[in-house]
């Protein structure tokens, strides 16, 4: 994990920022699927300021924002979003970091995710840390999203030392 970082709330002031950070880190998953069209690249600012008044977490490297997170709450099922890292920091442990704070703070007794299926890296990460595949969505030929959920209980079991999900 690089040092020194910071998980923190991201507010209205972070906006910009968060939208430039987004469309980096979404680059790959556009040429990966031959779409550029995705909807986290074609987002608007006034769309993530909608975004930041809920529920955004960021994490910050000598004060530049390198990796996001977003969720929803539907009564105990946190819907989470958006997990993005900048493509230079990825690889370092911030997406599960993030992953990890955004399941803390929402206090969720169950959490969903998708990620495309030729997301490998991804997948590994979500699967990992205790999410399972719950279904598949075909968006259209050759774009399939797979569904990722997780409970409570299987949070607490990847937090025990020595834990196997151990990331």
């Keep these: 994990?690089?040092?020194?970082?910071?998980?923190?709330?991201?507010?209205?002031?972070?906006?910009?920022?968060?939208?430039?950070?987004?469309?980096?880190?979404?680059?790959?998953?556009?040429?990966?699927?031959?779409?550029?069209?995705?909807?986290?690249?074609?987002?608007?600012?006034?769309?993530?300021?909608?975004?930041?008044?809920?529920?955004?977490?960021?994490?910050?490297?000598?004060?530049?924002?390198?990796?996001?997170?977003?969720?929803?709450?539907?009564?105990?099922?946190?819907?989470?979003?958006?997990?993005?890292?900048?493509?230079?920091?990825?690889?370092?442990?911030l997406g599960t970091a993030l992953l990890d704070a955004a399941e803390s703070e929402s206090h969720a007794d169950e959490f969903r995710l998708f990620t495309g299926h030729l997301s490998e890296a991804n997948l590994r990460l979500y699967e990992r840390r205790g999410y399972v595949a719950s279904a598949r969505e075909v968006l259209r030929p050759g774009v399939e999203l797979v569904h990722l959920t997780k409970t409570r209980a299987s949070t607490a079991a990847d937090d025990q030392p020595g834990a196997r999900n151990r990331a």
């Design 1 to 93: 994990m690089p040092d020194p970082y910071s998980v923190i709330r991201l507010g209205d002031a972070d906006a910009g920022e968060l939208l430039t950070l987004q469309r980096a880190a979404y680059v790959s998953e556009a040429q990966l699927y031959g779409d550029p069209s995705l909807p986290a690249l074609v987002q608007t600012l006034d769309e993530i300021r909608d975004d930041l008044a809920g529920s955004v977490l960021g994490v910050r490297i000598d004060g530049r924002l390198v990796g996001s997170v977003r969720w929803t709450l539907d009564g105990s099922v946190a819907h989470i979003g958006r997990l993005i890292v900048a493509p230079d920091m990825q690889g370092r442990g």
